[in-house]
């Protein structure tokens, strides 16, 4: 049986992780699990899988980040496929840069972004890189450089119920849907790129 992995990708703050926790339980329902054939999707968030794993070259303290050995992470991943036969929904802001089959990338409205990660606690400076990373498209437009024979599905997640944004990932993994280029931030949030 074919191995599927999906990355669900996009700007700390849009929603990954809650969107991939709900989705792999979804798609582990027998309904869903029919329509794929197998009912053994598995949850990897990148961040908690690079720390726990050592899949990294270094820690950057000013930006309290780890930078990323994709060819370790690649490994892990195909590992993972390999002894325990599973498919795998793959979270993080970086995991549209691993070898996976669909790539789901999610948007979501600077200034909620900015909301969020203030209630992280996160740095200023790396809020600040994340919310202009969102205005520019970043992890989309990473997506596209690095998504040959790969379907990309873009969503703006803004607003609405993480079910809603579930049922719409999977129709779209299901019938092979491609769509992006349907956020456009810069416009309306150029003054927040000071």
């Known amino acids: 049986m074919v191995k599927i992995k ?37 949850y990897i968030n990148i961040t908690d899988a690079v720390k726990e794993n050592k899949l990294y070259s270094e820690k ?23 002894s325990k036969s599973k ?5 993080g802001h970086i ?19 900015l909301n969020r990660l203030k209630e992280r606690n996160y740095h200023k400076n790396k809020i600040k ?3 202009e990373a969102e205005i520019l498209d970043v992890c989309l437009v990473e997506t596209l ?11 703006d997640t803004t607003n609405r119920t993480v079910e809603s944004i579930v049922d719409e990932i999977i129709d779209a993994i299901t019938h092979k849907k491609t769509k992006y280029g349907i956020v456009n931030w810069l416009d309306d949030y150029f003054y927040m790129m000071d």
């Open 87 to 91: 498919n795998l929904i793959v979270d």
């Open 6 to 42: 999906i990355a669900i990708t996009g700007t700390p703050g849009v929603g990954k992780s809650t969107v991939s926790k709900l989705l792999v339980k979804k798609l582990n329902e027998s309904d869903n699990a029919e329509r794929w054939g197998c009912q053994n999707f598995e």
């Open 60 to 82: 950057d303290e000013e930006m309290d980040s780890y930078v990323v050995d994709f060819q370790k992470l690649n490994d892990y991943v195909n590992n993972i496929i390999k």
């Open 145 to 155: 450089e690095n998504s040959d024979n790969v379907y990309v599905y873009e969503l």
């Open 129 to 131: 890189e994340n919310v």
């Open 95 to 113: 995991s549209h840069l691993l070898k996976v089959d669909y790539i789901v990338v999610l948007r979501c409205n600077p200034e909620i972004i």
